[in-house]
């Protein structure tokens, strides 16, 4: 199975830590954030992963190689503007593949082990995607989507659990929308309407490092969990 790494926003939130370093190369817990992901996705047995990359792509390029430090092999996808998530997976197909493959927000940190999807990548062949979802946090109270006790995701319904950023994507899913840059949301919710999106529901560790408050709040987490 293989993985993409989103990785090609132009990190605004995070300024003026991106200013001049993307933000996949910010350090928490010792680490680049990227790194995290790439040795999470190792562990679990992924060896090919996909990275889209545009703010500042060479720096992030030359930081990570072709992932033999990592076990990995790591493909780039370059994107001279960022094309959304949508956008940047149709234009990474080709080095994807067509099977379902494991799909990773870069700005996330959790505990969760990839692992759990493969053994699901059936289920994605009928599905076209699969989300882990998390308990709300207090930046996001309201959620995202509905988890029903089939294990079927809704647009509407409550309660409501936020995505977590990580999924299982069936290449379908984006594979006969037109190339440039498009969101990828609007297509998962066709398909849940559909009733082809399946979620899991993660209560592990999950923070979305989008700010420079969060991420100093993971930073000091991670050193306090490895001291």
């Known amino acids: 199975m293989k993985a993409m790494i989103l990785a090609a926003g132009l990190g605004t939130r995070m300024r003026p830590l991106t200013d001049h370093c993307p933000k996949p190369l910010l350090h928490v817990g010792g680490k680049p954030l990227i790194v995290h992901h790439l040795e999470r996705l190792a562990a679990a047995g992924i060896d090919d992963v996909v990275i889209n990359v545009s703010y500042r792509a060479e720096q992030i390029i030359a930081a990570l190689g072709e992932g033999d430090a990592f076990g990995l092999r790591i493909h780039w996808s370059e994107e001279p503007t960022p094309l959304e998530t949508g956008g940047g997976i149709r234009q990474a197909l080709p080095l994807l593949g067509s099977s379902p493959f494991v799909l990773v927000n870069g700005d996330v940190w959790s505990d969760f082990d990839p692992a759990q999807l493969e053994c699901c990548s059936k289920d994605c062949a009928n599905n076209l995607a699969q989300l882990v979802m998390v308990n ?20 509407d319904g409550t309660p409501r659990l936020t995505y977590s950023g990580i999924a299982l994507i069936n290449p379908s899913l984006v594979a006969h929308h037109s190339p440039g840059r498009f969101p990828l949301a609007p297509l998962l919710r066709d398909a849940m309407q559909q009733g082809k999106v399946s979620g899991l529901h993660h209560c592990g560790q999950w923070v979305d490092v989008g700010t420079p408050e969060r991420l100093q709040m993971l930073d000091s987490l991670l050193h306090q969990t490895h001291t």
């Open 136 to 155: 709300n946090p207090e930046h996001h109270p309201n959620g995202d989507f509905h988890l029903d006790i089939h294990g079927k995701l809704h647009a």
